[in-house]
């Protein structure tokens, strides 16, 4: 099972909009509604920050959003705030025998 | 607010068995679905296992040959068995909570370090 496909890198200014893409299969991203994006700054556990494409845990800012088309779910980052500055992963429950995939990561840089 | 703890040996040696603990506070054991997930330093997220409520468990085939994952409700504690460890095991060790296809809870990690 490979792992879903993320930027490496994505940069904005404060107060811009960014938008991270994860690119998966039929058989994950694009079959089911079960994408998840986390946000983990450096030396700490990931925090959820979306969950099934676009639902915000209680707690997380409206700033964070999700959507899907096809095989590609992305999350946007509105009002870029310095905070925002860390790596980000989506995940998305799969048909493949692993269960569960992880992109490979984005790392988000607040100039 | 459920609350997860990792611990466990930060270090063991190639071929020996990783055993990690993650205690639970603040929430039922039981009622819940529970996933070790682990990251390489410097790399990214790779899911381990599940455990279910009903005591079924579902691994991630390319280590399922490996792991074991169990929870002991009286003592609020879910456990991952690694055996046959190498250095490509050296990884930081998360438990999380899993609910609707996502991970919802995580502890503050596990740093294990396979090196004789």
């Known amino acids: 099972q490979s792992a879903l496909t993320q930027p490496a890198s994505v940069s904005g200014s404060p107060g811009q909009s960014i938008t991270i893409s994860c690119t998966g299969t039929?058989?994950?991203?694009?079959?089911?509604?079960?994408v998840s994006w986390y946000q983990q700054h450096p030396g700490k556990a990931p925090k959820l920050m979306i969950y099934?494409?676009?639902n915000r845990p209680s707690g997380v800012s409206n700033r964070f959003s999700g959507s899907k088309s096809g095989n590609t779910a992305s999350l946007t980052i509105s009002g870029l705030q310095a905070e925002d500055e860390a790596d980000y992963y989506c995940?998305?429950?799969?048909?493949?025998?692993?269960?569960?995939?992880f992109g490979t990561g984005t790392k988000v840089t607040v100039l | 607010q459920v609350q997860l703890q990792e611990s466990g040996p930060g270090l063991v040696k190639p071929s020996e068995t990783l055993s990690l603990t993650c205690t639970v506070s603040?929430?039922?054991?039981?009622?819940?679905?529970w996933s070790w997930i682990r990251q390489p330093p410097g790399k990214g997220l790779e899911w381990i296992g599940l455990?279910?409520?009903?005591?079924?468990?579902s691994y991630n085939p390319s280590l399922k040959s490996r792991i074991t994952i169990s929870v002991d409700t009286s003592e609020s504690q879910v456990s991952l068995k690694l055996t046959s460890v190498t250095a490509a095991d050296t990884a930081v060790y998360y438990c999380?909570?899993?609910?609707?296809?996502?991970?919802?809870?995580w502890g503050q990690g596990a740093l294990v370090t396979v090196s004789s």
């Open positions: 039929s058989s994950d991203v694009g079959g089911y509604n079960y």
């Open positions: 995940s998305s429950y799969t048909s493949g025998s692993t269960r569960y995939v």
């Open positions: 603040g929430g039922s054991i039981s009622t819940y679905y």
């Open positions: 099934e494409v676009s």
């Open positions: 999380a909570r899993t609910s609707q296809w996502s991970f919802h809870s």
């Open positions: 455990f279910f409520p009903s005591g079924s468990t």
